[in-house]
């Protein structure tokens, strides 16, 4: 089993910064792609960033330019930098673990969230 913790969330004003972060501990062998998503209210969870095992990055396009994903693979952790925060970024984030066991097939962990939230 792999757990997650998250940490960094908190209230920010429009313009500020946050830094998440996700680590992952327990019977780790070997952690693959990594990701952070947001559900904000009334709205369905969506993919904000990810970052494969040899760290290459995706984001989604509200986010590019301010936010930056990263990860410590010594540490097994995951970072997300938030810059120039508006608003709309306001939701609970999740963290997102891909993580593979000898004889096991390759399976997602999920943190249990962090709220973010940003006011005007």
């Known amino acids: 089993q792999v757990q997650l913790v998250e940490s960094g969330g908190g209230l920010v004003q429009a313009g500020g910064s946050l830094r998440l972060s996700c680590a992952a501990s327990g019977s780790i062998w070997r952690i693959n792609d990594m990701g952070w998503y947001r559900q904000a209210p009334g709205k369905q969870r969506e993919l904000v960033a990810h970052i494969t095992d040899d760290g290459n990055t995706n984001y989604v396009d509200s986010v590019k330019g301010r936010f930056t994903i990263f990860r410590d693979n010594p540490k097994n952790t995951v970072y997300l930098q938030m810059n120039s925060l508006k608003p709309e970024d306001t939701a609970v984030y999740y963290c997102?673990?891909?993580?593979?066991?000898?004889?096991?097939?390759?399976?997602?962990?999920w943190g249990q969230g962090t709220q973010v939230t940003v006011s005007s």
């Open positions: 997102n673990v891909e993580h593979t066991a000898p004889y096991d097939m390759r399976r997602a962990y």
